[in-house]
């Protein structure tokens, strides 16, 4: 059965420091890849999305960047962290793509920017 | 621009009553739309789906209605249950995009009373 790993589950950083959240996919090959960000009180944001190796599509400008450097691998990256980035960072993942694939999403991480 | 809104935050309902949660949208270009349910400090789980061209869709407790005209969708459990009581989030794809990428609306709170 396929499985999403995310870590770490929570992080407190300092205002200016780097980033780097990461999300493993097991138990399938090829996966649509997703990272979502839902701030407080509100819904869940796409951020980026990806549908290969080395194929990333930004969805807002922001102080985040992603990467896909194995087929199972997404890494959501900053270099210098800004108070706004505080949230909760999901990463999900789908087959195929077809509209009818739901993502299944992995446990997040709680990022606290202080 | 919300695309897709979920405009109740919160609905409190009694054990073993209906419980109903709605959604509207702007866009008709949609084509899936999605409901998915989020337990504090995890991700969404995927609950249940529908295709634009059905009006109902049906899983056990739980149905999900489709008025396209009005563009609006429901989720209907019957009976609620305690284990229930989560965030849920509705969302939609659009047919034209090859991602699978979601929007979603903006989460109700739905509590389940012993």
């Known amino acids: 059965s396929q499985t999403i790993h995310q870590w770490p589950a929570t992080l407190v950083q300092p205002v200016g420091s780097p980033l780097s959240l990461e999300c493993t996919v097991e138990?399938?090959?090829?996966?649509?890849l997703y990272w979502y960000r839902q701030a407080a009180g509100r819904g869940l944001q796409l951020l980026f999305y990806?549908?290969?190796?080395?194929?990333i599509s930004s969805e807002v400008p922001q102080n985040l960047s992603a990467s896909r450097p194995q087929d199972r691998q997404f890494i959501l990256s900053s270099k210098k962290l800004l108070l706004s980035d505080s949230g909760f960072y999901l990463c999900?993942?789908?087959?195929?793509?077809?509209?009818?694939?739901?993502?299944?999403f992995g446990d997040g991480t709680r990022l606290s920017i202080l | 621009d919300q695309q897709v809104k979920q405009n109740s935050p919160s609905l409190s309902v009694q054990e073993g009553r209906i419980s109903i949660l709605n959604c509207d949208y702007t866009?008709?270009?949609?084509?899936?739309f999605l409901w998915y349910k989020k337990y504090p400090a995890e991700g969404p789980t995927f609950l249940i789906s529908?295709?634009?061209?059905?009006d109902k869709n049906e899983d056990g407790r739980f149905t999900v209605f489709l008025n396209k005209s009005a563009k609006h969708l429901s989720l209907h459990i019957v009976p609620s249950q305690p284990g229930d009581s989560a965030v849920y989030f509705c969302?939609?794809?659009?047919?034209?995009?090859?991602?699978?990428?979601?929007?979603f609306g903006q989460g109700t709170t739905l509590q389940v009373k012993p």
């Open positions: 529908i295709s634009s061209i059905k």
């Open positions: 866009n008709s270009m949609f084509d899936y």
């Open positions: 138990g399938t090959s090829n996966p649509n």
């Open positions: 990806s549908v290969g190796i080395g194929q």
């Open positions: 969302a939609a794809t659009l047919g034209s995009s090859n991602t699978g990428k979601l929007i």
């Open positions: 999900a993942w789908s087959v195929g793509l077809g509209s009818n694939q739901p993502q299944h």
